[in-house]
């Protein structure tokens, strides 16, 4: 079983920037492709990023494509999303995601992933 735990959420002005961090449990982290997703309220949650096990590929919603970008540290067990030009519709609690599968395609679906942390709230004031 894997934890992941969310952090970096919080308040910005529209145009600002957050850097939110995810940390993994367990010792299988490089393995794994990692994912953010998000969840407005009373919408459903939408893929945002996902990047694969050695960082050699990423994929990004058309919405954020230019504005955010992911990373990890295999070393730290750590997944990151910085996120620059925020907008207001950028509010929602964003989860990271781990697919055990490792899969280079980077999915996109929500059911595609094993893992999922706690959410973290980003509230983007205009």
């Known amino acids: 079983q894997v934890q992941l735990v969310e952090s970096g959420g919080g308040l910005v002005q529209a145009g600002g920037s957050l850097r939110l961090s995810c940390a993994a449990s367990g010792r299988a982290f490089s393995t794994y492709a990692m994912g953010w997703f998000r969840q407005a309220l009373g919408k459903e949650r939408e893929f945002v990023a996902a990047i694969s096990r050695g960082s050699s590929f990423r994929n990004y919603a058309d919405s954020v494509k230019g504005r955010f970008s992911i990373s990890r540290d295999n070393a730290k067990n750590t997944v990151y999303l910085q996120m620059n030009s925020l907008k207001p519709e950028d509010t929602a609690v964003y989860y990271c995601?781990?697919?055990?599968?490792?899969?280079?395609?980077?999915?996109?679906?929500?059911?595609?992933?094993?893992?999922w942390g706690q959410g973290t709230q980003v509230t983007v004031s205009s």
């Open positions: 995601a781990a697919d055990r599968s490792g899969n280079y395609g980077l999915p996109r679906g929500v059911g595609e992933y094993d893992y």
